[in-house]
């Protein structure tokens, strides 16, 4: 039997290049890099390759290779159905940037609050005035935190270094959580600031709609630095234009699969929502950045291509989603 050593790695930047050669010299899988990303048009390219890696916008619902490596730990773009009907294993890096993320999610509330972003290009134009720069203490204010795994727990000690009160949900309860577990209306109704950190399924897509936005405090602000169909966006547009919503920070988009990880400066954005949502101002968007530290990347190739050969050895992993 051939040895699965074949990788058609999509999506690629000059940064996987990096990162992934250098973590290659412990096996020395023998690895193409295909710019473009994964999709029916593209998956030609995979043929005669044993293992496909991907990234989070590619799409995986092809057929006729042995294994998927995800460089990332959300698998909702995957079709699994597919890959247990073709026998394709799946695995994925599950841990691979927990502080990355949790520390930009507290950047986005920090900007957000005390207009960084604002009186950065203010000065730059040598322009001091504080009018409308105007925050709020963190200390004594509610923060809901939907999803306490590994990334929630972290936000959740920070924020909570902060003198913040911290209120939890999830299905699966965490001894290791600091705050108080409650249940959703309660969360909603009670949080200064709401700060998402589940994976993205049929129970939490679109957990943040008209309905739940309704049951906030009036100036809520909401961060999601998770996965973008967490959120309803016209729904959280509406609440922004009725103040409902004070403040709105986003590492993700529903819609990001043609937008995000591109240069698109001299290109024309043909998405109305996500326009729409770029002229508020006091929404603040990053290109899906919370993962992106040179710690994480190592990580990332690093578990990548343990998983990639733990499978050619035939060796259980725990990594393993199909």
Not at 4 to 29: C, G, R, V
Not at 114 to 136: A, M, Q, T
Not at 249 to 261: C, M, S
């Amino acid at each position: 039997m051939r040895i699965y050593t074949k990788i058609a790695f999509f999506s690629t930047k000059k940064y996987d290049i990096e990162f992934f050669n250098y973590a290659n010299k412990k096996y020395n899988f023998d690895i193409k890099y295909f710019e473009s990303k994964l999709n029916e048009k593209t998956a030609i390219l995979a043929k005669d390759y044993d293992v496909v890696c991907a990234f989070v916008n590619d799409n995986l619902n092809e057929n006729g290779i042995k294994l998927i490596a995800l460089r990332s730990a959300g698998f909702n773009h995957v079709d699994i159905s597919a890959a247990k009907k073709y026998n394709i294993k799946v695995v994925h890096v599950p841990k691979y940037s927990p502080y990355a993320v949790a520390k930009h999610t507290i950047a986005l509330i920090l900007s957000l609050n005390r207009k960084i972003h604002k009186s950065y290009l203010r000065i730059r134009e040598n322009n001091f005035s504080l009018d409308g720069l105007l925050g709020f203490d963190l200390h004594g204010k509610i923060v809901g935190i939907i999803g306490t795994g590994k990334i929630g727990r972290i936000t959740a000690n920070i924020l909570k270094g902060f003198g913040m009160k911290i209120l939890g949900y999830d299905k699966f309860l965490n001894d290791k959580f600091i705050g108080e577990y409650v249940d959703l209306n309660t969360l909603f109704k009670k949080s200064d600031i709401i700060s998402l950190h589940c994976p993205l399924n049929k129970d939490t897509y679109h957990i943040i709609n008209k309905n739940t936005i309704n049951l906030m405090k009036k100036g809520v602000m909401i961060i999601n630095t998770s996965r973008g169909g967490l959120i309803d966006t016209k729904a959280v547009i509406d609440g922004l234009k009725s103040k409902k919503i004070g403040y709105l920070g986003l590492d993700v988009y529903e819609e990001e699969e043609n937008i995000f990880f591109e240069d698109l400066s001299e290109e024309i954005i043909d998405d109305e929502t996500f326009l729409r949502l770029t002229t508020f101002p006091n929404v603040l968007i990053t290109g899906h950045q919370g993962f992106f530290t040179q710690e994480a990347l190592t990580n990332i190739a690093e578990t990548t291509l343990e998983n990639i050969n733990n499978f050619k050895n035939g060796t259980l992993n725990q990594n393993i989603v199909v």
